[in-house]
């Protein structure tokens, strides 16, 4: 059941190049070529991961999952390279069953979790490294924690949807978290106050 199929590997494989693409194109006129070769390599596994955790979550509940690429989606985020405001959201994980509101909550709540962590460790981590590479490191904390937000919006079929419909108490605390992080993240619309 955790196993991954040539498909699915191809479609999450090409959903985290269009992340990273995305991604870069903040960064274009900031960094020179090999600067934004390697933000692209260290900022890949961030939508990996969180694609994987649900995966692994749900797997671990014993429903079927796997990740499929959305093209309407994943052409949507490419053609945001040209504006200002991007939305990255390719494909998201599919899995199978009728789990507990509980469970879809738990399942939901991993990837941003794991973005949560990703984002916190690395904005630890830019204190100790050179300007350059500090910034390099704070942006991918940012992205890591704009991953987390976006997904948290109780919108749909995000994931914060599933986990305001369980428990508005979790929902309102992770979310609140989150956004106050995101807003006073050094690249954050609040930094400066």
Known sequence: MYSFSQEEKQQLLFACIIFVIVELSIL?????????????VLILPLFALHELAHKYTAVRYGFPAKFHLDQSMAVLSLMTVLFPFK????????????PSSRIRANVSI????????????????????????GFIIVFISKASFDIALFNLLPFSILDGAKVYRWNQEVYFIIFGFTALIWLFHPLGILSGI
């Open 28 to 40: 274009i006129n900031f960094l020179n070529l090999l600067e934004l070769l390697i933000t692209g």
């Open 87 to 98: 939305i990255i959201a390719p494909g998201a994980i599919i899995w199978y069953g009728n």
């Open 110 to 133: 991993m990837g941003p979790l794991v973005n949560i962590f990703l984002g916190g460790f690395l904005l630890i981590t830019s204190t100790f490294l050179p300007p350059l590479w």
